[in-house]
């Protein structure tokens, strides 16, 4: 059902080395449904009026799985998929996405995935997207992800995005309402070489009384690649929120972090970080102490800041 | 065998060139374990960074093992068996303790393996290794994990560089019980850079680095007490 490169493929945005044995699944290839499996409580739908599916998350579903990769291996296709989340009350679930493309042709490549998530009282939901693209080819690998996040009250939401390889042109954005006693945990991984350009957008809005969020967003920006971080939250309650963004700066690459907080209440407490910089020399030169050669020691040093 | 030659490492200064280490000469026999003292700012750590290659001296030769290491890199003199224990170690965001010590032992450790490298310097071991060596640790902690990576690298020449610095009294006991059993086993050569009684008293000899000189060098008893009596006339030279 699936070829060579689509399986490596999945395997590197999906950590999936084939179609999963359990849990919910939907596949999505150049533009097509692959393969879908729906569990008692996990109802995935194609939609009627435009590109995408609804998943439907019973209430009180525990522990259960949802994998929903795409893959695109065709060059000069443009994608845009609409995938909206109904997360019933307590549910508790694992929500794997992730894009990867494959573009060997000269045309450029993109996928825009345009996610909704609607997550009931008290669910709890970890979110993973990890996008990567490969190929020989001159065509551009693009992505273009949105994420919205409604949390109703008590839900927790951890969304964890990864992109690390690959992918020319990122243009991310997310936006997420919290109500009471709701939490947001983003952690954010990116890393960009050649002449990649890398932009990521977000609004957090904590609206609910103890609404929580923290925000860790952790960059390298290799060659001549470009970056730009525009966290912005707002606290419209007795809340708390926290963003640090954190980035290494090599060769000739370019990083701007503007992050903004707003307050408009008295008892909402919100801290920004923004950190830029090279690998500090020391971390280097302590490793070169242990046998590293200057080129481990960097290797190293990224992967534990990426980890 | 350590052998030290002639090593001279002069910067420019506001007053022209200055020499922070000024022909400086020392041969460590293998398996000994010698201690160097002195005021702050005579030289130590940079002729410690002058061994391990952190810093490049201007003239003279370091002979390691009969062979000519002055030209070889960090890493090149960690493959050969050198290794030095920062007086200030940096910190690394998102690396654990675990992952440093793995680096430093050049392989995989197991749980118990990593723990007992820092039972070795007073870390509760179980609270640690899956900690990042980041802002989070405090000052002696980062401190006592420095020392633990020199043990785990297990190098034939480990240098510390003022292990004591910072390190409360029970790990301090702790400390100077290791650094006693790496005495007593008589298996690597050891250099520590103290200014602490309880370690200089380990030593088999000692050595007095005062402006970028060795000023003396002795056998512990005698010289200990000799450097008391200099530093109670208010003078860092021995005559
Ligand atoms: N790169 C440098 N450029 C100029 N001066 C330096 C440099 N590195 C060290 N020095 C100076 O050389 C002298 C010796 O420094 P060193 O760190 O070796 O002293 P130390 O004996 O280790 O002192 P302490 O006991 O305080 O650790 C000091 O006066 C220091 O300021
Ligand atoms: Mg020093």
């Known amino acids: 059902m699936l070829n060579e490169i689509q399986k490596r493929i999945l395997q590197e945005v999906a950590d999936l080395a084939n179609v999963p044995e359990s849990g919910a699944v939907n596949i999505r ?17 194609s939609k009627s009026d435009k590109d995408g599916i609804d998943i439907h998350i019973k209430p009180f579903t525990k522990k259960e799985n949802v994998h929903i990769p795409v893959v695109v291996t065709e060059t000069d296709r443009h994608d ?12 508790e679930v694992k929500i794997v996405a992730g894009c990867g493309i494959h573009n ?18 008290n669910a709890k939901v970890t979110y993973v997207e990890k996008h990567y693209g490969e190929g020989e080819g001159t065509g551009k690998k693009i992505l273009n992800p949105q994420t919205v996040l409604y949390l109703e009250e008590g839900a927790s939401v951890t969304l964890e995005t990864v992109q690390i390889k690959g992918v020319d042109d990122t243009k ?38 103890d609404a929580r969020t923290r925000v860790v967003s952790r960059s390298v920006a290799q060659d001549k690649s470009v970056q730009l971080f525009y ?3 707002e606290g419209n309650a ?30 909402a407490g919100l801290v920004h970080e923004a950190a830029i910089g090279k690998i500090a020399g020391e971390q280097i030169l302590k490793l070169m102490t242990l046998g590293l050669t200057a080129e481990e020691a960097e290797e190293k040093i990224l992967e534990g800041f990426l980890r | 065998m350590l052998q030290l030659k002639d090593l001279t490492l002069t910067v420019e200064g506001e007053n022209g060139p200055h020499n922070i280490l000024n022909d400086v000469s020392l041969t460590v026999e293998d398996k000994k374990f010698i201690v160097i003292t002195g005021p702050n700012g005579g030289g130590k750590t940079t002729l410690a960074k002058v061994i391990m290659g952190l810093a490049t001296p201007t003239a003279g030769q370091i ?9 070889l890199d960090i890493a090149q003199r960690a493959k050969k068996g050198i290794s030095y224990g920062f007086q200030q170690p940096p910190r690394f965001k998102g690396m654990k303790v675990r992952d ?33 060596v980041d802002t989070s640790l405090s000052g002696g902690e980062v401190k006592r994990i420095e020392i633990a990576t020199v043990l785990a690298k297990d190098a034939d020449l480990m240098i510390f560089d003022e292990p004591e610095a910072g390190i409360d009294l029970w790990s301090f006991a702790k400390l100077t019980e290791t650094f006693r059993e790496l005495h007593d086993r008589q298996e690597k050569t050891i250099i520590i850079i103290s200014h602490q009684e309880r370690i200089i008293k380990l030593a088999d000899e000692i050595v007095l680095i005062a402006g970028g000189q060795i000023q003396h060098k002795g056998p512990a008893g005698d010289m200990y007490d000799k450097i008391m009596a200099q530093v109670v006339a208010g003078c860092n030279k021995l005559v």
């Open chain 1, 29 to 45: 290839s150049n533009g097509k449904k692959a393969f879908r499996r729906n569990t008692d409580n996990i109802i995935i739908e």
């Open chain 1, 80 to 91: 845009v998929v609409y995938n909206d989340f109904f997360i019933g009350e307590g549910a």
């Open chain 1, 104 to 121: 060997c042709g000269d045309c450029d490549s993109s996928h825009d995935g345009i996610h909704t998530f609607h997550v009931g009282r």
């Open chain 1, 172 to 209: 991310r954005y997310t936006k997420a309402v919290l109500g009471e006693n709701a939490e947001l945990v983003v952690q954010e991984k990116l890393l960009t070489h050649g002449e990649q350009y890398a932009e990521s957008e977000m609004d957090v809005f904590l609206n609910g009384k």
């Open chain 1, 231 to 233: 966290p912005r939250v």
């Open chain 1, 238 to 267: 007795a809340c708390f929120g926290h963003v640090a963004c954190d980035a290494i700066i090599m060769g000739e690459a370019k990083v701007r972090a503007i992050p903004e907080i707003t307050c408009n209440h008295v008892d």
């Open chain 2, 63 to 71: 002979l390691w093992n009969g062979e000519d290491v002055t030209d």
């Open chain 2, 100 to 132: 440093l010590l793995q680096i430093a032992a050049g392989r995989k450790l197991n749980h118990a393996e990593a723990c007992s490298y820092l039972t070795k310097v007073g870390l509760c071991a179980r609270d640690y290794v899956d900690r990042d």
